[in-house]
């Protein structure tokens, strides 16, 4: 072990999370205390419900953490936590419990853009990534095509105009009477289904765009299965399920290799929740090969929300030399 050990919080939507990450890439502890079961019943994350869960929670993730880490507070070089973007009440709990152990340490603390923290939790499995990095940021809240240039640099090339790749796949599985999230749900039924059995619209936008839009493609969707409805036919829910998902890497594959290729470079790292969807990550390792680039993605657990992520990105603002002060806020809306 070795390295600043920096404590992780992130707790900007439904995940209460606490992570221990040595030298911003050894994960020694990542607690991930999930609010789903809570949120499935209303279809969706309920911000109020959100933020008491996370007060409830979030002492016991930190002590949790600790115990994993087999480390004491002395140990610990400094803390992170995700500012923003997130459901304002839930970011405040994360917040407000980083400064309270950051000013009794008296060790800095690190305020983190969420999207930062989803960017970096590639570093921590994979050696040999070079920056400028192209990031394909797809999850719950945001689909962003930048280049990572240093900690806290990056060039935005493109990103949703409507509706994130997330929130599509969310929508569509709801309307498919499917559980939140529904990300997982669309991807496990659609193994079972026909991916080229409907024909659903990719909005590739003018100009060779590196722009997305997801809206038109779920709207498409939708209106497929209330038409069914009426006209008393029989949707088949793995055929609707892989050809939304086939829609939707189509997109997401064609955009990213098109980035690369504006830009010259050669390594790619797709992130964020939907970085999660084997079937995204193997149509881009499969592009890849033909064209001679190399693709990153985190594990599963690493994709979604957590606090090794933002430990490591927090590593990075460190070396950077920030320290946010105890009159850190947190802002729903952080622009990056
Ligand atoms: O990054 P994340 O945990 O939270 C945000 O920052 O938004 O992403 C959550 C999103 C949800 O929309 C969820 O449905 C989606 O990621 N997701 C997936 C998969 N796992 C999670 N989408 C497609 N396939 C998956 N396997
Ligand atoms: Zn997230």
């Known amino acids: 072990m070795s ?14 999370s606490v992570a221990v990450v040595a030298g911003g890439e050894e994960i020694l502890a990542n607690i991930i205390s999930s609010q789903i079961k809570t949120h499935k019943r209303y279809g969706g994350v309920v911000p109020e419900i959100a933020s008491r869960k996370h007060v409830e929670n979030i002492a016991v993730v930190v002590e949790q953490a600790l115990t994993e880490a087999a480390l004491s507070w002395e140990d610990i070089n400094a803390v992170a936590v995700t500012q923003g973007p997130g459901l304002v009440g839930a970011l405040l709990v994360g917040v407000s419990t980083a400064k309270a152990i950051a000013y009794s340490l008296k060790k800095p603390l690190l305020g ?20 400028p990095l192209l990031c394909l940021v797809v999850s719950g809240g945001h689909t962003s095509l930048l280049v990572l240039e240093g900690y806290g640099r990056m060039r935005l090339l493109g990103q949703t105009r ?20 529904g990300g ?47 006209k008393g036919e ?23 290799f098109a980035a690369l290729k504006d830009t010259g470079l050669n390594q790619l790292a797709v ?30 657990i690493l994709c979604t929300d957590n606090g090794a992520m933002i430990a490591c990105a927090g590593y990075h603002a460190l070396k950077g030399g920030q ?14």
Not at 235 to 254: N, R, T, W
């Open 271 to 300: 992130v964020g929740g939907v970085a999660a969807n084997g079937s995204l990550t193997s149509a881009l390792r499969k592009r890849a090969v033909v064209e001679g680039a190399e693709i990153f993605n985190p594990s599963p």
């Open 112 to 131: 983190i853009h969420h999207l930062m923290g989803h960017i970096y939790a590639v570093f921590l499995e994979n050696k040999g990534i070079k920056l």
């Open 323 to 336: 320290d946010a002060g105890l009159d850190l806020n947190a802002v729903p809306n952080l622009p990056l």
């Open 162 to 181: 409507d509706d994130a790749a997330g929130e599509a796949f969310d929508k569509v599985a709801r309307a498919l009477g499917l559980s939140y999230p």
């Open 3 to 16: 390295g600043e050990k920096v404590l992780g919080i992130e707790t900007s939507c439904d995940e209460t």
């Open 234 to 256: 029989e949707v088949i829910q793995e055929d609707v399920a892989a050809s939304f998902q086939q829609a939707v890497i189509d997109v997401l594959v064609g955009k990213a």
């Open 184 to 230: 997982p749900e669309i991807e496990r039924i659609a193994r079972e289904g026909n991916a080229g059995a409907i024909q659903f619209p990719r909005a590739w936008l003018e100009g060779g765009s590196l722009d997305f839009s997801f809206s038109g493609l779920k709207s498409a969707v939708l209106n497929y299965i209330n038409r069914a409805g009426q």
